[in-house]
């Protein structure tokens, strides 16, 4: 069966391990070290999070660790359950407790999460962004002087952009729109402050808008391991003021599945995800 891998924050529990009986001897960013090694080895991980039992238990150490793909979180269970992996003694390690939940609204990730997904999937040279506009929006005074850049009291840094994330291999691209703005102080800050804040909310509304395109993609991993690319777009409301800034822009959307044949596009047509939440299983 395929397997859908969208850019937000894996919260389902069959992405979830819980790894224990850590042992005590190692310091918890070794452990981190450790058990990143030893388990990034069967796919890209999202987070490791080291513990210390609970104060009635023995000394020692349990983790979390999530996945972007079930597949390779069930891979992972299998290979190192009552395994040594770095330690004299065996860990065990489970997958969370499926069961029915509430439905959660997906967690974007943030841009550094995006990319590094999009190159673990696509590949360094299999993506590109491409900034379509650029622009401060921010409502600051004309000065006849244009080398002042001091801001005046109670004022603010807004940065739109757009710009699109482009897969040449999957002949698709993918709008995205960030807007930031960013509180200015007094004026007693000085002109090199404001400089390197005009600069952080530049790089923040890129940030925000290269998030926002990975969004509208969908990875689609098959059981031959050939990658596939949905594009969803986003339905969301943008504000009044991002859409006049949008005006002119062209959505070029990609034809899901359309590097393969029509069997694999109803092999695919078939799956769904279910929406489920973690929950630690019984420790034995």
Request: proline share 6%; glycine share 4%; with cysteine.
């Amino acid at each position: 069966m395929a397997e859908l891998v969208p850019f937000a924050v894996p919260i389902e529990s069959d992405k979830t391990l819980l790894v224990w009986e850590l042992s005590s001897g190692p310091t918890a960013e070794a452990l981190h070290h450790s058990l990143f090694t030893a388990f990034s080895q069967f796919g890209l991980l999202y987070s490791v999070r080291v513990f210390p039992n609970a104060a009635v238990a023995h000394p020692g150490f349990y983790a979390v660790i999530k996945f972007y793909s079930a597949r390779a979180a069930h891979r992972a269970q299998k290979a190192c359950d009552r395994k040594q992996l770095f330690q004299k003694s065996p860990v065990k390690v489970r997958l969370g407790t499926r069961h029915k939940a509430v439905q959660h609204q997906a967690l974007a990730l943030n841009s550094s999460k995006c990319q590094e997904l999009a190159n673990y999937y696509f590949g360094f040279n299999g993506w590109s962004k491409r900034i379509i506009k650029l622009q401060e929006l921010s409502d600051l005074e004309e000065r006849e002087n244009e080398d002042s850049m001091v801001p005046l009291p109670k004022q603010s840094l807004k940065f739109f952009c757009a710009l699109e994330v482009v897969l040449p291999s999957y002949d698709c691209r993918s709008p995205g729109i960030g807007l930031v703005e960013e509180p200015m102080d007094k004026v007693e800050e000085g002109p090199l402050s404001f400089l390197m804040k005009r600069k952080t909310a530049q790089k923040l509304a890129i940030q925000k808008a290269l998030s926002d395109a990975f969004q509208k993609l969908l990875i689609v991993v098959l059981e031959s391991g050939k990658i596939a690319v949905e594009y969803r777009p986003s339905e969301d409301i943008v504000d009044v003021r991002c859409e006049e800034e949008l005006h002119g822009l062209i959505q070029v959307p990609c034809s899901p599945w359309k590097q393969y044949g029509q069997e694999e596009e109803e092999y695919l047509s078939d799956f769904s995800l279910e929406e489920e939440e973690f929950r630690l299983p019984e420790l034995d």
